[in-house]
């Protein structure tokens, strides 16, 4: 079974610029997140999909923070205009169905470094 | 706001020992999940445990869980040099959005050869 894969692995950008990461969740997974871990930290939750529906995005930065996932399967995280607060790993996980599975699968992160 | 968070912030054993880590709560949970993280890499998830359990086992891993303390511990018997890693504790809310998992700031376990 193939696991969750994220794209691109390094991201360097400046200040002000605009950066997009992907995620493809294991196959059949209705739920999928987003998370940001800043260095010593633990995930914090960015957002949460169940099929192409957010179910929560509370704690998403709206301002300059979007998210996508079309069709229920891909998301996409958009960062438009980065700051240097931003610099951190941004992890995708998913899970089979938040009604019956609470075991999330995380992909390998993507490295954000804001300068 | 964190919900569980992991003591100690570190802890560093030799080969062979056994590792305690402790997870506390603020809120009641539906139940309480640790995960394993290596340097670099996404998080791996250990042992899932539900707030009517009070002990699970898998393999060299024991999770117990006291909901009157709102507390849970991991502990790893017999510790490996690969068992070096950061631990995080992550916990389901009754009061938030079934699936939703706040995760601690972990536990950084340090296992010499």
């Known amino acids: 079974e193939a696991g969750v894969a994220q794209s691109p692995r390094y991201k360097i950008i400046e200040k002000r610029q605009s950066v997009a990461f992907w995620c493809n969740p294991i196959?059949?997974?209705?739920?999928l997140y987003w998370y940001q871990q800043i260095l010593g930290q633990g995930p914090k939750l960015l957002i949460q999909?169940?099929?192409?529906?957010?179910?929560?995005d509370s704690q998403l930065p709206k301002d300059r923070f979007s998210a996508e996932r079309l069709k229920g399967v891909d998301s996409t995280l958009k960062i438009q205009p980065a700051k240097l607060e931003d610099s951190a790993v941004y992890l995708c996980?998913?899970?089979?169905?938040?009604?019956?599975?609470?075991?999330?699968?995380f992909g390998p992160g993507t490295r954000l470094t804001v300068t | 706001s964190q919900q569980g968070e992991e003591d100690p912030q570190a802890l560093s054993i030799q080969e062979g020992e056994n590792a305690t880590m402790n997870c506390s709560y603020k809120?009641?949970?539906?139940?309480l999940q640790w995960y394993r993280q290596n340097s670099g890499r996404g998080l791996v998830h250990l042992i899932l445990?539900?707030?009517?359990?009070r002990e699970k086992h898998s393999g060299r891993l024991r999770v117990t869980l006291d909901t009157s303390k709102k507390s849970s511990s991991l502990l790893i018997t017999a510790s490996r040099a690969a068992d070096t890693a950061s631990y995080f504790c992550?916990?389901?809310?009754?009061?938030?959005?079934?699936?939703?998992?706040?995760f601690g700031d972990g536990t950084t376990l340090t296992v010499k050869p």
């Open positions: 996980a998913s899970s089979l169905d938040l009604r019956t599975s609470y075991e999330q699968y």
């Open positions: 196959s059949g997974h209705a739920t």
């Open positions: 999909f169940q099929n192409n529906g957010v179910v929560d």
């Open positions: 809120t009641s949970i539906n139940n």
């Open positions: 445990i539900r707030s009517n359990e």
């Open positions: 992550a916990t389901e809310s009754y009061n938030t959005n079934a699936g939703k998992s706040t």
